[in-house]
């Protein structure tokens, strides 16, 4: 070859990043010499030297910095043998010690030129490639790899002359494009590549030196077509080509606009000199608008002061400046903020209860708080706006009820929803002086309504959370307090603002998430769950007509009958709200819908047979409830955060020592409380006639369905003493019984909540008799008698008074007959037992 030896190009047509160990450094070519010896070899041992971020082709001489002990004993042992090394590239550049998978097959044959220890410790091969291999097998990986690799025999040159040279003259060409249009790389590089005049080593040298990525380059290593590899080398090439020119004309480009920015200023500047020569206006036109938007507006005497303060600064600023834009937010914010614009409360008190009662159905306790705070304020004038916080399961229209209010007090309606909400910002807003800032969302909504006493709902004030950008449920003290809230500071208003006037009010599903301190700033008002009676009621009258409008039906289309409306809540949505039930509705209205779509014959009325047909199989069994024939099986109460719900307590005996398991996903409390029960039970256990031995000869399992359902809470302990206590007597339980109540060891029966919940559970699920605590009496007494109706609540001071109520004299049918050990080894049957 005829092209200057060991030329230093400092070539990669891309920059390098930082050397890691096994990484390549600046590539030198070189000429193809001493192939031969490979000539007529098909097979060879040769250690592997894995390598990242680079691939070595044939005729290339590149240093690599090796860091990797197994890779330093191999060049080491290679340098003082034949110097000889096979280079393979990996293909996760982030594995440290890649395994033998994590290479690719085809590597190429390398001699070790030179081998350099650096003063920090490092050491540096000069490497040049041979010949490509193909990995046939590996023999061993310690101390480092070898493999039995097969040579691969390329062409070397093309037999048509005037396809090579075409060849040779595109990939030069492109190259010189290449280094044209990159200045970082040193114009000798464009001498040594004039000098190449081997096909084969021209496009090896290419190859290494382009910036593409390892999966590419290992593809060019792999074909053996000259042809092939420099039709894909171009593609690489003009690729690259079209970066950099894009690269160019992005720099032109922002050059461009500087120069034209500087020019627009010197311009704006003689404007100004000018305006101010002949004696002209030089005040903006938007600061005349805000001007005039300010000359009659009815704000506080600080609200004005800062405008007017703003709007200075704005007059003596360059309107290209970054804080222009800014300054002329901040003063529209300000003057379109309703400061002392309210609207005319209705005090028609008789209209504002007509209302509520055509919303919504029930829910009286609510309506009457509404009717007191607008009598007070119809005495009054100028009472300030009360917290409340409607509490209560889903679908039972506490947002709704919202828009009501808003309706029967004459007021605009605005619904801020706080479900997920973690920035601190999204309630007091950002500073100014950042970029993007805003102003808090209380402040937003009211400028988007126009009034400063709209009926404002916080939706989901228990869903909010907390992280790294603060804590919006403390942000939200200072708006809901009646006592801090007239003096409400925004941090992008930066002055006060009075919210006293917002009547607020708040939906929860949970108290419990409730921040402590924000909770005691609301007046709670509960809305429990509807009784079968109540949802028959909103069914026709208001999600019936909502549901046959929405689908485009008329009243004469569709008809409901009770039974059908009764059948869907009994049989299909077992739930506290309406939602579900809505929903079901909607789908027995699409079928009709369809049918009328279609001019079908279709059954117009709607009864429970014809809503078993249209909505299937019923989802909930009303006879699953009401089963007593099983020892040890007992209905108890619980909430949820949706509403009430039954639950069972199964418990059952085998021989044993007396292990106590306990099984269905059970929380602490329940677990203490089963522990509990077993403890008293063992205690008291002459007063149900139970032998003592029984406990040490029988094992107990206690389990709560559903399995996959977590489950906590004292409501149990009652229920669980009644299951073991059934099991070891093998008494009926009272059928149609169920019970809610703590215990204690010494045998009292201690109060529990969401007892309104838990009766609407027990009268849904077919329940008459119900155990409570006699301290829940107070509970009971704060429900409305409808709730009541069909309902037997016996209340219970003791543990005795619960088993005397429980459980029946009968026994089940075919009773366990308990066998004990009676001392001499050998098990007896006990007949003094009674079971």
Request: aromatic share 6%; proline share 4%.
């Amino acid at each position: 070859m005829k092209h200057k030896r060991n030329q230093n190009l400092g070539i990669r047509l891309s920059e390098l990043s930082d050397l890691e160990s096994d990484q390549l450094i600046p590539i030198l070519p070189a000429e193809e010499e001493g192939e031969d010896e490979y000539e007529n070899q098909k097979e060879l041992t040769l250690p592997l030297l894995p390598i990242k971020n680079t691939v070595l082709f044939p005729g290339v001489v590149i240093p690599i910095t090796v860091g990797r002990q197994k890779s330093v004993k191999l060049v080491k042992d290679a340098y003082k043998g034949n110097r000889t090394i096979g280079v393979v590239a990996q293909k996760n550049m982030n594995s440290e010690d890649p395994e033998v998978s994590d290479l690719y097959r085809v590597g190429t044959i390398a001699k070790i030129l030179k081998l350099l220890v650096l003063p920090d410790g490092n050491t540096t091969i000069i490497i040049q490639g041979k010949r490509k291999f193909e990995i046939n097998k590996i023999i061993t990986e310690d101390p480092y790899l070898e493999a039995l690799v097969e040579i691969i025999h390329e062409e070397k040159t093309l037999d048509n002359k005037h396809e090579s040279k075409a060849l040779m003259q595109s990939l030069k060409e492109a190259a010189n494009k290449i280094l044209k249009l990159n200045p970082e790389i040193p114009q000798e590089a464009q001498v040594a590549l004039e000098n190449i005049e081997s096909p084969s080593f021209l496009t090896h040298f290419l190859s290494s030196n382009i910036n593409a990525e390892v999966r590419e380059k290992q593809e060019l290593l792999e074909l053996t077509s000259i042809k092939d590899r420099a039709t894909k080398l171009l593609e690489y090439m003009l690729r690259e080509i079209q970066l950099l020119e894009l690269k160019q004309e992005i720099h032109s480009k922002v050059h461009s606009d500087i120069d034209q920015q500087q020019r627009d200023y010197f311009l704006r500047q003689q404007m100004k000199v000018l305006q101010d020569e002949l004696g002209m206006e030089s005040s903006d036109q938007e600061i005349e608008m805000l001007r005039l938007k300010a000359r009659n507006k009815n704000w506080p005497f600080e609200a004005q002061k800062q405008f007017e303060k703003e709007l200075l600064k704005i007059g003596r600023m360059n309107p290209a400046a970054a804080e222009y834009p800014i300054a002329i937010n901040y003063c529209e914010f300000l003057v379109d903020l309703p400061w002392e614009t309210i609207t005319k409360d209705h005090f028609d008190l008789q209209r504002a209860l007509k209302i509520l009662n055509k919303d919504h159905y029930g829910l009286e306790k609510v309506k009457e708080r509404i009717i007191e705070y607008l009598a007070v304020l119809k005495l009054k004038q100028n009472l300030k706006g009360p917290i409340l916080c409607l509490y209560g399961p889903p679908g039972v229209g506490k947002t709704s009820l919202g828009r009501s209010i808003a309706e029967s007090l004459g007021r605009k309606y605005v619904r801020m929803s706080l479900g997920g909400l973690r920035d601190e910002a999204e309630i007091r807003g950002h500073r100014k002086t950042y970029v993007g800032a805003l102003p808090g969302r209380i402040l937003q909504n009211l400028k988007k309504v126009g009034t400063s006493n709209p009926v404002f709902i916080l939706d989901e004030i228990d869903k909010i959370g907390s992280d790294f950008r603060g804590d919006p449920s403390s942000a939200l003290l200072e708006v809901l307090d009646p006592e801090q809230n007239s003096t409400f500071v925004d941090n992008y208003l930066e002055i006060e603002y009075d919210l006293s006037k917002i009547l607020f009010i708040a939906t929860a599903n949970s108290l419990d998430t409730i921040h402590p301190a924000l909770r005691d700033r609301m007046e709670i008002i509960e809305i429990n769950g509807y009784t079968q009676e109540e949802k028959v009621e909103i069914a026709k009258k208001h999600l019936i007509p909502k549901q046959r409008k929405e689908h485009g039906l008329k009243a004469k289309d569709i008809k409901f009958d009770v039974s059908g409306i009764q059948k869907v809540i009994q049989d299909y949505t077992r739930e506290s709200g309406v939602r579900n039930l809505e929903r079901k509705i909607g789908s027995l209205v699409r079928n009709v819908a369809k049918s009328v779509a279609m001019e079908e014959t279709y059954t117009k009325n709607i009864n429970s047979k014809r809503v078993e047909e249209i909505l299937g199989t019923p989802i909930f069994d009303q006879e699953l409830y009401q089963d007593n024939e099983v020892a040890g099986v007992v209905t108890g109460l619980a909430w949820t955060p949706v509403g009430g719900e039954i639950l069972f307590v199964e418990s059952s005996l085998n021989r044993g020592k007396g292990k106590l398991t306990l099984s269905g996903q059970l929380g602490d409390v329940m677990k203490e409380s089963a522990t509990a029960a077993l403890s008293y039970l063992k205690a008291n256990a002459e007063t149900l006639d139970i032998d003592h031995q029984i406990f040490n000869f029988y094992d107990l399992h206690i389990h709560v369905p559903a399995g996959a359902v977590p489950k906590d809470g004292p409501s149990a302990g009652i229920t669980m003493l009644t299951s073991i206590a059934s099991i070891f007597t093998q008494r009926k339980v009272k059928k149609g019984l169920a019970m809610t109540g703590e215990i204690t060891l010494r045998g009292k029966v201690l109060p529990v909540g969401g007892i309104k919940e838990k009766l609407l559970a027990a009268r849904r699920s077919g329940i008459t008799d119900i155990i409570l605590s006699t301290r829940n009496t107070k509970d009971v007494n704060e429900i409305e008698k409808q709730y009541l109706t069909g309902l037997k609540l016996h209340f219970v001071d003791t543990v005795e008074q619960v088993l005397e109520i429980a459980l029946l004299k009968t026994k089940v049918k075919n009773p366990i007959k308990f066998i004990l050990d009676n001392g001499n080894g050998h098990p007896v049957e006990d007949k003094n037992i009674k079971a």
